[in-house]
Antibody, heavy 125, light 108 residues
């Protein structure tokens, strides 16, 4: 079964750090790009970070740039999100999501087809 | 960043109804548009990719259309399990993926 399982969430004080993990199984993890997406309580979805399959390209949303670092260990089938200088507005459920991409001269596909169940991060004193 | 705006923000409908949700992009995104469904306490689930392609396993009552800046998600013959929040997402600018604000579909 294709599966993503996040872990590492919890309660942290403002200014603190947390490292989220996402364990992949049931597919060739090293072949897929990955995203982190978060959802604040009662709010919509916000993409926050992307990493290529070969670990040579990372992108970040402006809201987390300079504070969060995405990484992956293909040998361990794992994705990570190091979160530093956390703020109250970082409180959210954090999802990892597999990115499916495919392209030809006639089409281009980029979508998130597998999602984990999420891990909750609460930033509060 | 490309802004995605959905309308309506909420919608009430009955089982068996046909509903349409609209998503507009702040600039042309060709057909680089995906739709997701999210139920309370659950992760999003991909419904439609590339504006009109139905994801495997998704019922055929879901369909998508559009290109450029205006897109629609249509659900024909609403079922009880379809009451959820729906999000559009653009993949034209993969440096900065953006979602619409969501449309809450409620039972009338």
């Amino acid at each position: 079964e294709v599966q993503l399982v996040e872990s590492g969430g919890g309660l942290v004080q403002p200014g603190g750090s947390l490292r989220l993990s996402c364990a992949a199984s049931g597919f060739t993890f090293s072949s897929f790009e990955m995203n982190w997406v978060r959802q604040a309580p009662g709010k919509g979805l916000e993409w926050i970070s992307y990493i290529s399959s070969s670990v040579n390209t990372m992108h970040y949303a402006d809201s987390v740039k300079g504070r969060f670092t995405i990484s992956r260990d293909n040998a361990k089938n794992s994705l990570y999100l190091q979160m530093n200088s956390l703020r109250a507005e970082d409180t959210a459920v954090y999802y990892c999501a597999r990115v499916y991409t495919s392209s030809s001269p006639y089409y281009y596909y980029y979508y998130m087809d597998v999602w984990g169940k999420g891990t909750t991060v609460t930033v509060s004193s | 960043d490309i802004q995605m705006t959905q309308s309506p923000s909420s919608l009430s409908a009955s089982v068996g109804d046909r509903v349409t949700i609209t998503c507009r992009a702040s600039q042309s995104i060709s057909t680089y548009l995906n739709w997701y469904q999210q139920k309370p306490g659950k992760a999003p689930n991909l419904l439609i990719y590339a504006a009109s392609s139905l994801q495997s396993g998704v019922p055929s009552r879901f369909s998508g259309s559009g290109s450029g800046t205006e897109f629609t998600l249509t659900i024909t013959s609403l079922q009880p399990e379809d009451f959820a929040i729906y999000y559009c997402q653009q993949s034209s600018s993969t440096l900065s993926i953006t979602f619409g604000q969501g449309t809450r579909l409620e039972i009338k």
